[in-house]
């Protein structure tokens, strides 16, 4: 076993009655990157992390955590890693503290408390107030803080921004950045394209239980489509435009024109250089239209 | 582990509490209503003598209100099982479905717990919780009796306590077999509460009917021995409904460590597994059906 890989997954599989939620999933996450995983809903992103904890029983496959199969030994595993399950609940009739405080209490209190104090203030939360008075978003902050609060040698969250606002989103990508800074790996699912973006080195795409593909987040952006949007200052015929490759004209009227392009857009910038743009508008491809670009990729190559 | 006991406990805290203090007082009410009886036996041993034997089949078969035994199984033991055994059956359901249920099991197990060291810990909180309540349920006899004619000793008065205890284990673990193989804790209480009343009736109604004696064999309240424990405990009926209530909790046990855990609501229902991959052995080839 390599020691410089965080996760190993071989031939993965998972079934929940008849239902085959993972096909055959394999995986290498490395020490230290922030890897990012992407799906759509029901992709199989939560069972995959749930068979990381031992949560759920693989049907077949091989699974190392940090070195250890977490079927064999799933204290082992735990004792290193920080997990923010996908729906967070908490035991609803205790203070965020007194939640964070038994979960500790499960840790064997290998909390850096001041650390736990620091994150609270930082992510605007009062850890004094019943749970059951939290909103969605400020429970999530609870969650963040507990996965991060023993200082993890791997964390596996799943969609950790989702129902918070966009400041506390990006806070929350800074304490993801911080704790890979200081040698944590990050395995993160998501089904938001931006934030994968902004933080993973690397990143996989599930789609029906299997991985479609493992990449660096640049380079699926790049190979989907994208719209862009040009305005004039003053009519122009810029249609010659759509002859340039992987550019196609999707609708114009006297001062507004838009392409759909594939792949980069330096192409299109260079060529719109002698024309009177006043204004540039590109749109960042949705996951849905990275996924198209896959399936594009794949009914080629078939 | 002491973690998951102490949390299971504050759980618990209501409970016992609200059962302990509850149960107490109605002890004290019963020990000092027994100066009463014993003043007039007779008119009520003529009194008793009215009533259809029916009704007191069903409350421990005994019609002798003087005696201190024939008086607490009248009054107090021969239906306890059924009041407590309430707080058994939601307990023992609830041990671990409700937790999965409300979607908080899956935050818990993610941490360095093993599902042993879980399972092991509510268990434990839970045998506790029992003890506890029925312990303030016997200390409020004992300090009544100071200001009552009943007179009954510290280690004979824990006598039935101990038959209660055996028989609230069994309907406590055979609700939490039951959360482990039905869909909901709701269905596994309201089945294993079937069965609780069920053999409290099979078991009365077998001291109406002899012909039902051969169906009361197989009914645990028919080890349950009441009052009458004061004067003896029968160790046999005893430790037979611990060893029951062991085969229950093992069994469950077994099927919390092959569980995959629901992140939240009812599940489907589905047999127990036998085939299930072996849990540390090598990873499986096959794949399920």
């Not at chain 2, 109604?205 to 009361?216: G, Q, T």
Request: glycine share 8%.
């Amino acid at each position: 076993m390599n020691n410089q890989i965080a996760i190993e997954i071989k031939g993965l599989t998972k079934f929940y009655g008849p239902v085959q939620a993972l096909q055959v999933v394999d995986l290498e996450v490395r020490r230290g990157e922030i890897f990012g995983f992407l799906g759509p809903n029901g992709a199989g992103k939560t069972s995959t992390i749930r068979c990381l904890l031992d949560l759920i029983h693989p049907n077949g496959g091989e699974i190392r955590v940090l070195g250890i199969n977490p079927q064999a030994d799933p204290v082992a595993v735990r004792v290193r890693v920080g997990y923010l399950p996908g729906e967070l609940r908490l035991l609803e009739n205790m203070t965020g503290e007194g939640v964070l405080r038994y979960l500790n209490g499960l840790r064997g209190m290998k909390a850096d408390w001041g650390f736990v104090h620091r994150m609270g203030e930082r992510l605007d939360i009062d850890l004094r107030e019943p749970i059951r008075n939290l909103s969605h978003g400020n429970k999530q902050k609870i969650g963040v803080v507990q996965a991060l609060m023993h200082r993890p040698e791997l964390l596996l969250l799943d969609e950790p921004t989702i129902g918070l606002d966009p400041l506390m989103q990006h806070e929350v990508l800074r304490l993801i950045s911080e704790a890979q800074g200081e040698g944590t790996t990050v395995f993160f699912s998501s089904h938001i394209m931006s934030e994968v973006q902004a933080i993973a080195g690397r990143v996989a795409m599930i789609r029906k239980g299997e991985i479609v593909e493992v990449a660096e987040p640049s380079n699926l952006i790049n190979r989907a489509l994208r719209r862009v949007q040009v305005r004039l200052r003053e009519p122009v015929d810029i249609t010659p435009l759509s002859s340039l490759p992987g550019v196609t004209l999707l609708s114009r009227d006297d001062k507004t024109v838009l392409f759909q392009v594939a792949g980069e857009i330096n192409g299109l910038i260079k060529a719109l250089a002698p024309f009177p743009v006043s204004d540039l508008e590109t749109e960042r491809p949705s996951l849905e239209e990275i996924f198209l670009a896959l399936y594009q990729d794949e009914r080629k190559e078939e | 582990m002491l973690t998951v006991i102490l949390h299971t406990m504050r759980r618990f805290r209501g409970q016992i509490i609200g059962w302990g203090i509850g149960l107490a007082l109605y002890a004290a009410f019963l020990s000092s209503f027994y100066d009463t009886i014993a003043k007039q036996s007779e008119q009520f041993e003529k009194l008793l003598q009215n009533y259809p034997q029916e009704i007191f089949a069903f409350f421990g078969g005994t019609t002798n209100l003087v005696t201190p035994e024939g008086y607490l199984t009248l009054e107090f033991f021969s239906y306890m099982p059924i009041i407590i055994g309430i707080f058994a059956v939601l307990a023992g359901s609830g041990l671990l479905a409700s937790d999965e249920e409300n979607g908080t099991m899956d935050l818990v197990l993610a941490h360095p717990i093993s599902r042993s060291g879980l399972f092991l810990g509510r268990l434990l909180a839970l045998l506790v919780a029992t003890m506890a309540i029925l312990a303030v349920n016997w200390l409020g006899f004992l300090v009544a009796m100071n200001w009552s004619s009943l007179d009954i000793g510290l280690v004979e008065m824990a006598r039935p306590f101990l038959s209660l205890f055996a028989i609230l284990m069994l309907f406590g673990s055979l609700a939490l077999f039951l959360s482990m193989v039905l869909p909901s804790r709701r269905s596994a209480a309201m089945i294993s509460g079937v069965l609780m009343v069920a053999s409290f009736f099979i078991t009365s109604l077998a001291r109406l009917d002899k012909s039902l004696e051969d169906i009361a064999r197989l009914s645990p309240m028919n080890y349950y021995q009441s009052g009458e424990a004061i004067k003896v405990l029968n160790n046999d009926w005893f430790l037979g409904l611990l060893a029951a209530a062991g085969v229950f909790v093992l069994a469950s046990w077994w099927l919390f460590q092959r569980r995959d855990i629901r992140v939240g609501g009812e599940g489907g229902w589905r047999l127990p597994s036998f085939t299930s991959r072996l849990r540390f052995g090598p990873f499986p080839k096959t794949r399920a059906t």
